[in-house]
């Protein structure tokens, strides 16, 4: 039974996700902004741009604002000591409140001010779509001094808003339907903290108006306290006065009674009108005396009542009275430019951020070192930069030309990655493949041979990518061809790259021998080590892709080890799974993946 390596025991375990990789620390929140700066830029300036076309198309508004004191306390004619003030708890409050924003004061204030055939406070004060891109139009023309232009003309006519509105016939009802709704909207009445302070607002697009109205609503809740309280007195005399005659006959009539039995002088006890069971049906002159007094403290109880009322008729009180009248503001009230810039920037922040968590959960391409191990078990070797567009000759002597740039460093370090990994023997015979041809698989395997050669180690590279072979026609000419017919054995035909310090076996030659198929590539691996040259430190395979075929990568179970290049932000974490899994049923030790085109360096978790 084959020996378990620890890099084996790694790999397993790397599948279930540990503590320290479920934490998030400011290097992947630095990294997420910066991945997705031009998202969430992009957000907060589209916000800015809508707030500022908003603050552009949008009239000033003005609050002007009165406030009112509500005093309940009795009237001064019902009060027998001293003034006596009622209190009133926040349902009685709430229920003022209430009566000023009802459509009776509403009714009386349009009706005082004559708001309803008053068309500058029947526009709205939100304009439509259309009329801000007019307003647009409008500044755009004074801004340029277009006012004659034919083109601009005949583009907005050719847009369709230049084309003049038809007024729309509405009814009385309709009207005044419309201009309650307005005065309602723009009316806002709270309470002052815990007091009995009342704060009538009113929002318009007319300063003077705004403050006409407030003061109109003010008058108009006083007025109507006043008006209710005289018709419930009037209401009251009108009943006392019936009843003072009913009392006053009531009244007249036990008097009549009375003197009339004083007159007969007969102040017996009544023995004659004794029935027979005892009881008196005839009223005597003390019961006849009680009835006519008691009516008579009734009426003139009634008759002080009925003063009362007549007085409150000719006086009446109200509860409220105007502490603060609205005047015109100097400043608008709406809209706020700068606030709303602020808000606008914080919700597109906002926004952005949002957006890009979704991409960011949406997005299953391979971005991260820790995104390889927890999805893919195999360790992430190494992640290289992209290389600048201007030195697009050196993609496959980079290391050479710019020994000190970041991709040679980094593709140092994946070498040493490689170097290290805890495999069953080492690594001599090293395999590259890809996923997809368009990746950048043969430079990667140009540059690592580079770095090989330098460090003093005798190095070939085999160009196995049959289909695309890049490296041989980069190397040896857009043919690919040899100068010379293939020899046998086929060691005799590894040629010295021009220009390079390492050896190149021709992918001419890997098509011409079949040395795709595992048998074939084992002999000449075999004939290689035994063949009179200086044999190979390291020998590395630019292998065929994915895309390929899988049956094209089986040359991998000779190999000691294989490292999968994936390009960072591009293949899709099931591709490369998928590739991983086809490697692996092939027998071909996978030795990690090393991402290319990276654009930021992340943190080894």
């Not at 800015?48 to 076309?53: H, R």
């Not at 003030?85 to 204030?109: G, P």
Request: charged share 20%; aromatic share 6%; with cysteine.
């Amino acid at each position: 039974m084959d020996r378990i390596s620890p890099h084996q025991w790694a790999s397993t375990t790397d599948l279930q996700p540990s503590a320290s990789q479920e934490f998030i620390s400011l290097a992947d929140i630095a990294g997420f902004l910066r991945r997705y700066f031009g998202t969430i830029i992009a957000c907060v300036a589209a916000a800015v741009l809508v707030a500022w076309f908003h603050n552009l198309t949008t009239d000033p508004a003005f609050t002007a604002s009165t406030q009112i004191l509500i005093e309940p306390k009795l009237p001064q004619h019902l009060q027998e000591g001293g003034e006596v003030n009622l209190s009133l708890d926040t349902a009685q409050v709430e229920s003022q409140i209430a009566v000023m924003q009802s459509e009776k004061i509403a009714v009386m204030v349009l009706d005082q001010l004559k708001l309803v055939d008053d068309p500058k406070f029947n526009r709205p004060q939100v304009p439509i779509l259309v009329e801000r891109i007019r307003k647009i139009k409008a500044i755009l023309v004074e801004a340029f001094e277009l006012q004659k232009s034919a083109w601009l003309t005949s583009l907005w006519e050719f847009s369709g808003l230049d084309v003049p509105e038809t007024p729309v016939m509405l009814t009385d009802y309709q009207k005044s339907r419309r201009t309650m709704l307005i005065f309602r909207q723009g009316l806002d009445i709270r309470r002052v903290g815990v007091s009995y302070a009342i704060n009538i607002s009113f929002t318009s697009l007319d300063p003077e108006g705004a403050a006409r109205i407030a003061n109109a609503t003010a008058d108009a809740f006083v007025r109507e306290q006043i008006e209710t309280k005289a018709e419930a007195a009037r209401e009251g005399g009108a009943w006392l006065e019936k009843r003072l005659r009913q009392l006053r006959t009531q009244m007249n009539r036990a008097m009549a009674k009375a003197q009339e039995f004083r007159s007969r002088h007969d102040y017996s006890v009544g023995e004659e009108g004794e029935a027979e069971d005892g009881a008196n049906t005839v009223p005597t002159l003390e019961e006849l005396e009680v009835t006519a007094e008691t009516y008579q403290k009734m009426y003139e109880s009634f008759l002080q009542a009925y003063t009362n009322s007549v007085s409150q008729q000719s006086y009446p009180v109200a509860d409220a009275r105007v502490i603060t009248a609205a005047t015109a503001p100097l400043q608008p009230s709406a809209p706020r430019p700068k606030l709303m810039l602020a808000f606008a920037a914080v919700s597109g922040f906002i926004l952005g951020i949002g957006v890009s968590l979704a991409r960011h959960t949406l997005d299953w391409t391979v971005r991260s070192p820790r995104h390889i191990r927890e999805n893919l078990g195999v360790e992430c070797v190494g992640e290289l930069p992209a290389i600048s567009r201007r030195r697009a000759s050196g993609h496959v002597d980079e290391v050479a030309r710019y020994p000190h740039s970041r991709y040679s460093q980094s593709l140092r370090k994946a070498r040493t990655e490689i170097s290290l990994a805890e495999t069953n023997h080492p690594i001599k015979f090293l395999g590259l493949t890809a996923v997809s041809n368009d990746s950048s698989k043969s430079s990667v395997a140009s540059n690592l041979a580079t770095l090989y050669a330098m460090s003093g180690l005798k190095t070939l590279v085999i160009d196995a990518d049959v289909w695309r072979p890049a490296m041989t026609k980069r190397l040896l000419g857009p043919s690919g061809a040899l100068d010379k017919p293939f020899q046998d054995p086929v060691w005799l035909n590894i040629v010295c790259a021009p220009g390079r310090s390492f050896d190149l076996l021709p992918s001419s030659v890997v098509q011409a021998k079949n040395l795709l198929a595992p048998r074939n590539m084992e002999a000449f691996l075999s004939d290689l080590a035994a063949c009179d040259i200086t044999p190979y430190d390291i020998v590395i395979f630019d292998l065929p892709t994915l895309a390929s075929g899988a049956d094209m990568l089986m040359v991998g179970s000779v190999l000691d080890g294989v490292v999968i290049l994936a390009e960072w932000g591009k293949v899709h974490v099931e591709t490369l799974r998928g590739l991983v899994r086809t490697l692996q049923a092939s027998r071909t030790p996978v030795l990690g993946v090393l991402l290319t085109k990276a654009r930021a360096k992340h943190r080894k978790a």
